[in-house]
């Protein structure tokens, strides 16, 4: 059993910046690939970003890329997602996960679960 804990998130005005954070409750990080999702009002919840463990390849959905990274501190068993030049479509709440190894883009592949946080950009 592996429990993820998430902080960080908040408000931020558009072009700002937030570091979400995943702590899991053991050391995954050499073994499962960690998933970032999100899920804004009325829309089905979407593949943001993930890291591979065992290759650590990372993959970004388009309306990310070049403003998000996903990195993670295997001393701390944490895994961060670095938002930056925010926009207000970005708004969700974002959660983490965890599956052995590989990523995917599909939700019902994952393992584990943080909590959620609460992403707000105003414009």
């Known amino acids: 059993e592996v429990q993820l804990v998430q902080s960080g998130g908040g408000l931020v005005q558009a072009g700002g910046s937030l570091r979400l954070s995943c702590t899991a409750s053991?050391?995954?990080?050499?073994?499962?690939?960690i998933g970032w999702f999100r899920q804004a009002p009325g829309k089905e919840r979407e593949a943001v970003s993930c890291i591979s463990s065992r290759d650590g390849r990372t993959n970004y959905v388009d309306s990310v890329k070049d403003r998000f990274t996903i990195d993670g501190d295997n001393a701390k068993n944490t895994m961060y997602l670095q938002m930056n030049n925010l926009k207000p479509e970005d708004t969700a709440v974002y959660y983490c996960a965890a599956r052995r190894n590989f990523c995917s883009d599909y939700e019902s592949a994952y393992d584990y679960w943080g909590q959620g946080t609460q992403v707000t950009v105003s414009s």
């Open positions: 053991r050391f995954i990080l050499g073994r499962y690939a």
